[in-house]
């Protein structure tokens, strides 16, 4: 009933820069937090940064100067804007959001299926 779609991964050299985006779509009544996580090869996921219904963000320390979360809520879409990239995000990106869909009693967490981001020279 809810799909999340990722989109804007790829590979990009140490230094350089990538934008994330998060579509939702389905049966959806209202979306609380939309959120990116990450996870490496052998590492579990882990929070990159979140963005709450009602407007206030987190961003991990690790990432904190270098990558921005974004909202439009009149496109259901969370954007991740990652500068000054290094090898260490290097990993898998997922998608997440916290939705309450039509004809589903309450609120559920929803993930998209990933998006590769390669930190390589």
């Known amino acids: 009933q809810v799909q999340l779609v990722e989109s804007g991964g790829g590979l990009v050299q140490p230094g350089g820069s990538l934008r994330l985006s998060c579509a939702a779509s389905?049966?959806?009544?209202?979306?609380?937090?939309m959120a990116w996580y990450r996870q490496g090869p052998g590492i579990q996921r882990d929070l990159v940064a979140r963005?709450?219904?009602?407007?206030?963000?987190n961003i991990a320390d690790s990432v904190k100067g270098r990558f921005t979360i974004s909202r439009d809520n009149a496109k259901n879409t969370v954007y991740l804007q990652m500068s000054s990239l290094k090898p260490e995000d290097t990993a898998v990106y997922y998608c997440?959001?916290?939705?309450?869909?039509?004809?589903?009693?309450?609120?559920?967490?929803?993930w998209g299926q990933g998006t590769q981001v390669t930190v390589s020279s």
């Open positions: 997440y959001a916290d939705v309450v869909a039509s004809g589903l009693y309450g609120q559920r967490g929803y």
């Open positions: 389905g049966s959806i009544l209202s979306i609380h937090t």
């Open positions: 963005f709450t219904s009602g407007g206030s963000t």
